[in-house]
C-alpha cells in the first residue's frame, strides 16, 4: 500500500524477517530498531567521525581538506566514502611511524 506520495510506507514498520523469511527472533524488532550503516553524515557527525571539532572541518572543508556537503532535501549532507577518500589523504606522522617500528635484534633481517 502507498501512501498519496506514492511512496512505500516507512521502513521503520518493516517486520525483520531471517535469511530464509522467517519472522525475527526478537519479537517486535523493526527495522529502526537495529543499528543501521548510514552513507550520509550532518557536519558534526562527520568532524567526529574523522575526530576533529565541526569547527576544525569546517577549515579543513574551507582548506580543500576534506568534501563538500552535497545536498540532499535542502540539508548538507556529507558522503562516508568521500570522507575515507580525503582521510586517506591526509599526511602521516612520520615520527610517530618510526617510534612503532619493533626492535631488531642484532643479525635480523627487517620484515619484507
Given at each position: ?39 550520509g ?16 572541518f ?35 606522522d ?19
Open positions: 500500500m502507498t501512501r498519496s506520495s506514492g511512496l512505500p510506507p516507512p521502513l521503520r514498520k518493516a517486520k525483520l524477517v531471517t535469511a530464509d523469511g522467517q519472522p525475527s527472533p526478537q519479537p517486535g524488532a523493526t527495522v529502526n530498531t537495529l543499528p543501521l550503516p548510514r552513507r553524515l550532518t557536519l558534526l557527525e562527520a568532524a567526529v567521525y574523522v575526530r576533529v571539532s565541526p569547527n576544525r569546517t577549515a579543513l572543508m574551507d582548506e580543500g581538506r576534506m568534501p563538500q556537503p552535497r545536498i540532499i532535501g535542502g540539508k548538507r549532507v556529507w558522503d562516508v566514502v568521500e570522507l575515507d577518500i580525503y582521510f586517506e589523504a591526509m599526511p602521516r612520520e615520527r610517530t611511524l618510526k617510534q612503532r617500528q619493533p626492535a631488531r635484534r642484532p643479525g635480523q633481517r627487517p620484515p619484507a
